[in-house]
């Protein structure tokens, strides 16, 4: 028989459709293997007859992966640093749902201008099949810090100054305030008395000033400027 205008769909188990290969859907079809055949059928309730079938093939969608890619934060305490989702698998388009701190919230594939922190996303797609929530860090460099260590004259120009650097990201730029154009010149030997300064900046441009760093003449016993 055709689709009479009292049909019921039905689901089988052979392109045959009778009572006997009836099945109970969607109960009996849920959690089927891969591959599993059905047959949807018309069936005339009143002279329980059945049209002829259209063939259904039980499929399994790949599982959704999901990849991030990090970049830092530049500087210690900056707002620059990003996560960037690359999903595959499941069924296309996907939605996101990111939280993070600060109450942040976001529903991109990627974020940015973002602190160092630890962010969780939740990837949905188009079936409503999730994987998550995910925690991702962004992370950030140590602060950076400068310590001068003075080493006063013996005599007027024999003055030092080390410098000790950590934080931030290597290699250090130094920008002395006495110094013309850029020497880039991490210590200092022979220094006459005076006050000097020296800015760092690291390979990311952060940057860290040591303020005044003062080199004194030498006294003698009685208090007298020698040299």
Same mark, same amino acid.
């Given at each position: 028989c ?10 089988? !188990? *052979?392109?045959?459709? &009778? ?5 109970? /859907?969607? %109960? ?7 591959? $599993? ?31 991030? $890619?990090?970049?830092?934060? *530049?500087?210690?305490?900056? *707002?620059?640093?990003a996560l ?14 990111? %939280? ?6 976001? $529903? ?11 962010y ?6 188009? &079936?409503?099949? =999730? ?15 400068? !310590? ?8 007027? =120009? ?10 931030? /990201? *290597? ?17 200092? %030997? ?8 020296v !800015? ?8 860290? =000033? ?18």
């Amino acid at each position: 028989c055709n689709k009479p205008s009292n049909a019921n769909v039905t689901w089988h !188990t *052979s392109a045959d459709a &009778n009572p006997s290969n009836k099945v109970n /859907t969607p %109960t009996a079809v849920k959690g089927s293997p891969t591959g $599993t055949k059905y047959y949807v059928a018309f069936e005339d309730a009143t002279n329980s007859c059945y049209s002829p079938t259209t063939e259904f093939t039980i499929i399994e969608y790949p599982p959704i992966v999901v990849v991030p $890619t990090y970049t830092a934060v *530049s500087c210690y305490g900056g *707002s620059d640093g990003a996560l960037a989702l690359a999903v595959s698998g499941g069924t296309a388009p996907y939605t996101y749902s990111w %939280t993070g701190p600060g109450s942040f919230t976001a $529903t991109t594939a990627a974020i940015s201008g973002r602190p160092a922190g630890s962010y969780q996303v939740t990837v949905t797609d188009k &079936n409503g099949c =999730s994987v998550g929530p995910y925690t991702y860090n962004i992370t950030q460099p140590a602060q950076l810090a400068l !310590t001068p260590t003075v080493t006063q004259p013996t005599c007027y =120009s024999d003055g030092a100054i080390t410098l000790a650097v950590s934080g931030g /990201t *290597s290699p250090y730029n130094f920008d002395w305030a006495d110094l013309a154009g850029n020497a880039n010149v991490q210590n200092r %030997t022979g220094l006459a008395p005076g006050t000097y300064n020296v !800015t760092v900046t690291d390979a990311k441009g952060c940057t860290v =000033s040591s303020g005044n760093i003062t080199i004194t003449a030498p006294l003698n016993c009685d208090g007298v400027i020698v040299c």
